[in-house]
């Protein structure tokens, strides 16, 4: 049974730091990412790594947010610094299973920069 855990949100302050960390177990994954959704807007791709380390991000996090994963472990991270009310959403960790196009989603957890 494929589970994806995820920890590290709360409340941060406009400028402020937050590290999500999400614990995958049950298989092993070709891609792994973070997606986010807030109130009243479709659920949008935050950033994404491949197992050999390939990453991809969205425009407006990119030289702020830095996506890592460690394949021994099972986990990816998103590192996100320089913080946004913007980045205020619902942050989901995604992962596809190897080999199939099948994708698995955390509970996600919540973000919220405000001052």
């Known amino acids: 049974q494929v589970q994806l855990v995820e920890s590290g949100g709360g409340l941060v302050q406009p400028g402020g730091s937050l590290r999500l960390s999400c614990a995958a177990s049950g298989s092993i994954f070709s891609i792994m990412g973070w997606y986010r959704q807030a109130p009243g807007k479709q659920r949008e791709l935050v950033a994404t790594v491949t197992r050999g380390g390939n990453t991809n991000y969205l425009d407006s996090v990119k030289g702020r947010f830095t996506i890592s994963r460690d394949n021994a472990k099972n986990t990816v991270n998103l590192t996100m610094n320089s913080l946004k009310p913007e980045d205020t959403a619902v942050y989901y960790c995604?992962?596809?299973?190897?080999?199939?196009?099948?994708?698995?989603w955390g509970q996600g957890t919540q973000v919220t920069v405000s001052s």
């Open positions: 995604n992962a596809v299973r190897v080999g199939t196009p099948r994708a698995y």
